[in-house]
């Protein structure tokens, strides 16, 4: 008998539709990939998978070396709040900086 994965319910924010839609069909298919291991709650190792610093009120998780999905997860959902390249992470790194 297989095992029944529970997955976290998904919420995408506006940011996130607008970033996804702005990447390419490859970029896009990572991403899938990253977003679907995050709602059945099993990250791999090379996601990284952290608090974004200092506040710690996001998390990033790699989909590349150069970008990163923008996410928290809360009441058992995945809020997803934005795709962005990894130099641009600090913006989520004080939750009064941004909206998600």
Same mark, same amino acid.
């Given at each position: 008998?297989?095992?029944?994965? &529970?997955?976290? &319910?998904? +919420?995408?924010?506006?940011?996130?539709?607008?970033?996804? $839609?702005?990447?390419?069909?490859?970029?896009?298919?990572?991403? $899938? +990939?990253?977003?679907? &291991?995050?709602?059945?709650?099993?990250?791999? !190792?090379?996601?990284?998978?952290?608090?974004?610093?200092?506040?710690?009120?996001?998390?990033?998780?790699?989909?590349?070396?150069?970008?990163?999905?923008?996410?928290?997860?809360? +009441?058992?959902?995945?809020?997803?709040?934005?795709?962005?390249? !990894?130099?641009?992470?600090?913006?989520?790194?004080?939750?009064?900086?941004?909206?998600?």
């Amino acid at each position: 008998m297989s095992r029944r994965i &529970a997955f976290l &319910a998904a +919420e995408f924010s506006a940011q996130w539709d607008k970033s996804y $839609d702005d990447l390419p069909a490859n970029k896009q298919e990572e991403t $899938d +990939e990253v977003v679907m &291991a995050l709602l059945k709650s099993q990250p791999t !190792h090379g996601m990284r998978v952290k608090p974004i610093q200092p506040d710690k009120h996001y998390h990033e998780a790699r989909i590349s070396s150069g970008d990163r999905v923008v996410y928290r997860v809360q +009441e058992g959902a995945c809020r997803f709040v934005d795709i962005v390249p !990894h130099d641009l992470i600090d913006k989520y790194g004080r939750k009064s900086k941004v909206r998600g």
